[in-house]
């Protein structure tokens, strides 16, 4: 019974294996015909024509200030004409008449202390001036009156009708309503003084605008203490922070190796972080006599030849120094493009456009040169890819790759 199963046994293995070698037999072919088309088109690949490569640009807006600034710095825009405006005396704070971004004009008031003892002494003085004006009137009348005594007792006693005496006492009299006098016209100017200080004391309980100017911040509000110098506990010392926004300038640091192509005058064009679309013509201004050691950099006044409303304090900025002043027409954008993307041909200058993976030569209207770039008046537009220094055996329709910078 055993040697009968290792038979049985025997012959399945053999089954087995005949039935692997036929799988194995009709795979193959699969397997070669796959192989034979990997090495085809390996074959094709390494024989067929590569695209010309080569460089691209793009054609670009851009504003021919770009192209003439010899250096450019960064700064903020800076008032020049500034102000914290405090009060003379302490005292507290009962009226706020403006706020941030009101206008104001020079001599205009912002706001008012307590003035309660201050007018009263004002009322005194003038009271004062007053009784001191009556007390002339009456010295006046008194004078005009021993005048007329004095008068008549010198005719007499010429004529010996009255005694040397009694003259002698009208000339006394006399003598003492002038001295009288006196003293009551220089109680008036002293009365006057005195109405001319409280009047002065009263004015300081008002804060008025020095100049012409907008309210940037306000940094006190009504019932707080307001104090020459602040340094009361809870006081506070300027009451509003005005600015003369016509007086703004921007303020660039230059380093002092460059700050030889700078001088007083030069035109300039400056950018605004805030404005990015906009741009500003500037002049320097000034070009202040001092260096900072710790950033090596000279601080340049830039001022703006057409101010803006849309221009604050503190807003960043760039400064291009320029060459030359900008043409009306130089203040747009204009449509550039390297020059060395530019061909001669029979038809005139002439760009390689990259279309896919194929170039394309186009026939363009050139304008003014400015630096290494060139104005496209026509056949070309921006965001334009164009090939940079085209090959001599460039063509239109050549196929291209491009070259990975």
């Not at 006098?181 to 804060?207: C, F, G, H, N, R």
């Not at 186009?362 to 496209?376: A, H, L, P």
Request: hydrophobic share 40%; glycine share 6%; charged share 25%.
């Amino acid at each position: 019974m055993e040697d009968k199963d290792l038979d049985k046994l025997s012959i399945e293995r053999k089954q087995k294996d005949k039935q692997t070698r036929r799988r194995t037999k009709s795979v193959m072919p699969i397997i070669l015909g796959a192989a034979g088309i990997v090495v085809i088109i390996l074959i094709v690949w390494a024989f067929a024509p590569k695209g010309v490569a080569v460089s691209v640009t793009t054609v670009s807006e851009v504003y021919p200030s770009q192209l003439l600034a010899r250096l450019s710095a960064s700064g903020y825009v800076v008032a020049q004409r500034k102000a914290d405006v405090a009060t003379k005396i302490t005292g507290q704070l009962v009226s706020l008449m403006v706020q941030e971004g009101s206008v104001v004009k020079q001599g205009q008031v912002l706001a008012r202390l307590e003035s309660e003892d201050a007018e009263a002494a004002v009322d005194q003085s003038r009271a004062n001036l007053n009784l001191a004006r009556a007390r002339v009137r009456e010295a006046k009348a008194n004078l005009d009156n021993v005048t007329r005594d004095y008068e008549r007792m010198k005719n007499l006693v010429k004529s010996g009708a009255v005694s040397r005496s009694e003259f002698d006492t009208a000339r006394t009299r006399f003598l003492s309503a002038q001295a009288a006098l006196e003293a009551a016209q220089a109680s008036v100017k002293s009365s006057q003084a005195a109405l001319s200080s409280s009047e002065v004391m009263l004015s300081y309980s008002e804060i008025r605008a020095p100049f012409d100017a907008v309210v940037l911040t306000k940094n006190a509000d009504v019932g707080d203490i307001i104090t020459p110098m602040g340094a009361a506990a809870e006081a506070k010392a300027a009451v509003v922070t005005i600015a003369d926004l016509s007086s703004l300038q921007v303020e660039a640091d230059v380093a002092e190796s460059n700050i030889g192509t700078v001088h007083v005058g030069q035109p300039c064009v400056i950018t605004l972080d805030a404005l990015p679309e906009e741009r500003f013509q500037g002049t320097v201004d000034t070009i202040v006599p001092t260096v900072d050691r710790t950033k090596a950099t000279v601080l340049v006044k830039v001022r703006f030849t057409n101010p803006d409303p849309r221009i604050l304090p503190e807003m960043s900025a760039k400064v291009g120094f320029l060459a030359r002043q900008l043409s009306p027409e130089e203040n747009k954008p204009h449509t550039m493009v390297s020059t060395s993307a530019v061909v001669s041909s029979e038809e005139g200058p002439a760009v390689f456009i990259v279309k896919g993976d194929k170039a394309e030569k186009t026939n363009i209207r050139t304008g003014e040169k400015i630096g290494d770039m060139v104005e496209v008046l026509q056949g070309a537009k921006p965001d334009d890819i164009v090939v940079l220094n085209p090959p001599e055996g460039l063509r239109s329709g050549s196929k291209i790759t491009i070259a990975e910078s």
